[in-house]
C-alpha cells in the first residue's frame, strides 16, 4: 500500500528565505509525482509534474525534485514571499493508476 | 474557460436527508474524478470516470455514495441518507485522457456538514 509522508506539518519563515519541504513515499513503482498549493477555503491547484524518468522539474522560483529509489520528493522555494503562504501538498498516482495518494500537506507561512 | 465548476460551495443538512453534489468539468476534458478530504483522513478518492464510464470506484464508503456522469461534461455525487461522518469537503477534478501522466484541475469543492 502506498503511503505519502510529508514533513514538517508546519512550517513559518521570514520572508526572503529560501525553504524545502519534504515529501516520502513507500512503493517506488511511481509514474509520476504531483506537487499541488491549496489555499485556505480553495481547491487544488497543481504546481509541478514530474515524470518517473525525469529529476527535477522546475517552474519560476519553485523547483521540486525526485528520487525515486529512496522513495523521496523535494519542493524548493527561492526566495519565498508572503503569498507564498498555503499548504503544500505532494501526490503520488501508483503505478499507470489514478488512485492518487496525497500527503497530509505542508502548511507554510511567509511572514512580511 | 472557468475551470471546474462545483455546486453548491456549502451544503448543511440533517442527518438522513439527501445530499447530491455537482460538478462541472473543464471542456474538452474527458475524465472526472471525486475526492473527499477530512483533517483526520486527507485528501481521498472516491471515484473517477473516463469517457463518461466509472473507471475505479473502490474509494466509494458505502452504498450511501453514487455517482453519475450523465452526459460528458456534468457529473453528481449523491448521498442518501447523510450522516454527520460524511461531513467533509468534496473536490471534483478533471483532466484530459485520465492517464497519470496529465494534470488534474481541481474544482473549489463543496463544504458538507451534515447535523
Known amino acids: 500500500k502506498q503511503e505519502v509522508t510529508q514533513i514538517p506539518a508546519a512550517l513559518s519563515v521570514p520572508e526572503g528565505e529560501n525553504l524545502v519541504l519534504n515529501c516520502s513515499f513507500t512503493d517506488s513503482a511511481i509514474y509520476n509525482l504531483q506537487w499541488f498549493r491549496q489555499d485556505p477555503g480553495k481547491g487544488l491547484t497543481s504546481l509541478l509534474l514530474i515524470q518517473s524518468s525525469q529529476r527535477e522539474q522546475t517552474s519560476g522560483r519553485l523547483n521540486a525534485s525526485l528520487d525515486k529509489s529512496s522513495g523521496r520528493s523535494t519542493l524548493y522555494i527561492a526566495a519565498s514571499q508572503p503569498g507564498d503562504s498555503a499548504t503544500y501538498l505532494c501526490?503520488?498516482?501508483?503505478?499507470?493508476?489514478?488512485?492518487?495518494?496525497f500527503g497530509a500537506g505542508t502548511r507554510l507561512t511567509v511572514k512580511p | 474557460d472557468a475551470g471546474v465548476i462545483q455546486s453548491p460551495r456549502h451544503e448543511v443538512t440533517e442527518m438522513g436527508q439527501e445530499v447530491t453534489l455537482r460538478c462541472k468539468l473543464i471542456?474538452?476534458?474527458?475524465?472526472l474524478f471525486w475526492y473527499r478530504q477530512t483533517m483526520m483522513r486527507g485528501l481521498e478518492l472516491l471515484i473517477y470516470?473516463?469517457?463518461?464510464?466509472?473507471?475505479?470506484d473502490s474509494g466509494m464508503p458505502e452504498d450511501r455514495f453514487s455517482a453519475k456522469m450523465p452526459n460528458a461534461s456534468f457529473s453528481t455525487l449523491k448521498i442518501q441518507p447523510s450522516e454527520p461522518r460524511d461531513s467533509a469537503v468534496y473536490f471534483c477534478a478533471s483532466s484530459f485522457s485520465g492517464t497519470s501522466q496529465e494534470t488534474q484541475y481541481f474544482g473549489p469543492g463543496t463544504r458538507l456538514l451534515v447535523l
Open positions: 470516470f473516463n469517457n463518461n464510464v466509472p473507471i475505479d
Open positions: 501526490a503520488v498516482p501508483f503505478y499507470n493508476n489514478n488512485d492518487m495518494r
Open positions: 471542456s474538452g476534458h474527458n475524465s
